[in-house]
C-alpha cells in the first residue's frame, strides 16, 4: 500500500465532497478551473521504527487575478470548514485517519492550510524456509516379520 498516494486521495476526496472544485496535485495546470485547491506534500518522516508522518499544505485559489482584498472574505469560509472537513479522512481500505496540528495562514489571497497525518506502518516479517522443518516419522514393529 502507498500511504502517501492513499492520504492524498482521501484529502482530495473530503474536499471535493464539501466543495466540488477542481483539485490539483502538487502544481496547477496552465489551463487550472478557479476557484480550486491544490494538494502539495511538505514533508514525510519516520520518527520510530514503524510511525510515519506526513504533512500537507492545501492551498486554495479563488482566482488567478492578482491579490484582492475581497478574497480574505471569500477564503474565511473556507478555512472554518477544513478544519472539520479534514480532521478525519477515510482511505480506501475504509479506515479514518486523524489529521492533526492544523493551522493556516492567508498570503497574497491564497489559503494555505496545513495538517498532518500521523499512521503505523505493519512490516510483514519474510522468514526463510530454510529456516524451519517439519518432520514426519513412523515407528514400525520389524520384529514381528523376523519371527515369523
Known amino acids: ?7 492524498i486521495d482521501g484529502i482530495a ?8 472544485y477542481p483539485i490539483y496535485i502538487d502544481e496547477i495546470k496552465s489551463d487550472a478551473q478557479f476557484p480550486c ?13 514503524m510511525d ?14 492578482d491579490y484582492i482584498e475581497e478574497q480574505k472574505v471569500q477564503i474565511n469560509p473556507i478555512t472554518e470548514s477544513l478544519y472539520f472537513d479534514l480532521e478525519y479522512i477515510t482511505l ?13 495562514r492567508i498570503t497574497d489571497g491564497i489559503l494555505h ?4 497525518y500521523e499512521y503505523h506502518i505493519l512490516k510483514a516479517i519474510k522468514r526463510d524456509p530454510m529456516l524451519t522443518l517439519k518432520q514426519h516419522q513412523e515407528v514400525t514393529d520389524n520384529a514381528k516379520n523376523k519371527e515369523n
Open 113 to 116: 492550510f496545513k495538517v498532518s
Open 92 to 104: 480506501s481500505d475504509g479506515s479514518l485517519l486523524n489529521g492533526i496540528d492544523m493551522s493556516h
Open 52 to 65: 510515519r508522518r506526513n504533512d500537507f499544505d492545501i492551498m486554495f485559489f479563488i482566482s488567478d487575478d
Open 37 to 49: 485547491f491544490v494538494i502539495e506534500t511538505l514533508n514525510t518522516e519516520q520518527t520510530h521504527i
Open 1 to 7: 500500500m502507498n500511504y502517501i498516494n492513499e492520504i
Open 13 to 20: 476526496k473530503s474536499l471535493f465532497n464539501s466543495f466540488k
